[in-house]
């Protein structure tokens, strides 16, 4: 069986070598192949096109399900990946490439920022925490602004507390950092070594999942989902943006991966405004 990509991220490209990849996991949307701690997710578009996808339609990714097994290996020849122990081509030469990278802006458009807490408010939304997002008072959300100090020891302590935590391929925790990260790539909110200590962690530490890793590997070079990049974008632009349907999209992740990644993100941009304040 034999089909066509639809379209890829710019990551896929740079996966030359090792040739050699094993099945990580199956999903109902598709499957994620893993070498060296890299991972390669080949599915549908369900959450928006992600930094590390090769993306096929949900016809093709319904054909070739049945015969993906945790695993199995696959190899990579030129503009195809192949299984080898079951009849699968995975052919990339018709697919486009798209960017998962987030442009950096200088200001938050405040009426979009108020926009996204009055959509906020209306969602019924609950983290992995078991915070209502509705009813999250951000400015009493101590620990997490202890990942915006300026002393190193707190700040690895903070991040520390929130890599890992929580079930599911992506726990809570990380979901909070990505919306964190986020955030500073857009606008700038982090010191250097909350980048530089979390890419340490993820990097050399068994802290969380390999999925999530993954996630958090490319949000440190600022690289998002689209579902992320088009809510981030729509606090900054104009025309301006619907941030309830950009919302929405971004809280349609996951069991509670959405609204956690939403958590840091309001936490962010709450630290974000409180900065800018005290400047003035």
Known sequence: ????????SEYAMTLDSPKSWSVHSVFENGFNLISDQRLLFIGTEKNGTLPFAIHLSARDIKAILPLIKKGQTFTREHQA???????CTISLQYAGHYQT?????SSLDKGQYQALQEAVKKS????GFDQPLATIDWSKQRFGQALFSTEPAQQE?????????GKGLTPSGDDLLLGILAVHHQFGL???????TLAQIVTTENCTTDVSKAYLKHAIK????????????GLSINPRENMSFALQQVLAHGH??????????LLGLYQLVERENKQK
Not at 101 to 105: A, N, R, S
Not at 124 to 127: G, M, R, S, T, V
């Open 222 to 233: 600022g690289e998002f989902s689209s579902s992320i990049l088009q809510l981030m974008k």
């Open 1 to 8: 069986m034999k089909v066509y990509a639809q379209k890829y």
């Open 81 to 87: 990946w192949l299984a080898l122990e079951i009849p």
């Open 101 to 105: 990278k987030l442009e950096p802006t």
């Open 157 to 165: 302590e903070a991040i520390r507390y929130f890599i890992g935590r």
């Open 190 to 196: 982090v010191l250097p070594s909350f980048l530089t």
């Open 256 to 265: 509670t991966s959405g609204a956690d990644t939403i958590t840091g993100l």
């Open 124 to 127: 019924a939304a609950i983290n």
